[in-house]
């Protein structure tokens, strides 16, 4: 079966950091381009960030830039997001998931991040 | 990078038809066929809809149906069902080599 499993959200203060997990399984991971997409309470998706299958390349939406780097360890099959210099504004629901040719095709089912003092 | 423009609520009747709009610019939706649409339910995470405009994925009913016209993409819903009640974003591929969503539209199944 293929699937995605989000770890590593939690309560962190203003200017703190934090290191998201997301483990995949039943699919060939160093293939397939992932995502970060968060979602704030109450609103809509957010696209975060996204890397290659071989790590080669990343790209980062403007808001998080500078602050948030994704990685991968395709030995483990799993994604990471380091978040850094967090504000209040990131605190949301952050998915991973898979691209496959352009659009994502499969997501985990979350995890909680919330900022506050 | 700003977000696509989605209403934000439809509603219909079991049986009728509701169209859900998105649109973007010709730097997204306009410039590429690389839109896709998502379905999430409460507390749960988004499923895919349909993608590259108008297909869709094995298991997706064909009541579902995307399309897109210049700087909009549109998604179709017939044969409303009460199981359909959800909210519906659409995605799409930027020229900066980035994605962008919609701000989410809330179906509601009257």
């Known amino acids: 079966e293929v699937q995605l499993v989000e770890s590593g959200g939690g309560i962190v203060q203003p200017g703190g950091s934090l290191r998201l997990s997301c483990a995949a399984s039943?699919?060939?991971?160093?293939?397939?381009?992932m995502h970060w997409v968060r979602q704030a309470p109450g609103k809509g998706l957010v696209w975060v960030s996204c890397?290659?299958?071989?790590?080669?390349?990343?790209r980062y939406a403007d808001s998080v830039k500078g602050r948030f780097t994704i990685s991968r360890d395709n030995a483990k099959n799993t994604l990471y997001l380091q978040m850094n210099s967090l504000r209040a504004e990131d605190t949301a629901v952050y998915y991973c998931?898979?691209?496959?040719?352009?659009?994502?095709?499969?997501w985990g089912q979350g995890t909680t991040v919330t900022v506050s003092s | 990078q700003s977000a696509l423009t989605q209403p934000a609520s439809v509603s219909g009747s079991p049986g009728q038809s509701i169209t859900i709009s998105c649109t973007g610019t010709s730097s997204d939706i306009g410039g590429y066929n690389y839109v896709s649409w998502y379905q999430q339910h409460p507390g749960k995470a988004p499923k895919l809809l349909v993608y590259?405009?108008?297909n869709r994925p094995s298991g997706v009913p064909d009541r579902f149906s995307g399309s897109k016209s210049g700087n909009t993409a549109s998604l179709t819903i017939s044969g409303l069902q009460a199981e359909d009640e959800a909210d519906y974003c659409c995605s799409a591929y930027t020229s900066s080599s980035t994605w962008v969503f919609g701000g989410g539209t809330k179906l509601t199944v009257l």
């Open positions: 890397m290659s299958g071989d790590g080669s390349n990343r």
């Open positions: 998931s898979r691209d496959t040719v352009m659009h994502m095709d499969v």
């Open positions: 590259d405009v108008s």
């Open positions: 039943g699919f060939a991971f160093s293939s397939y381009w």
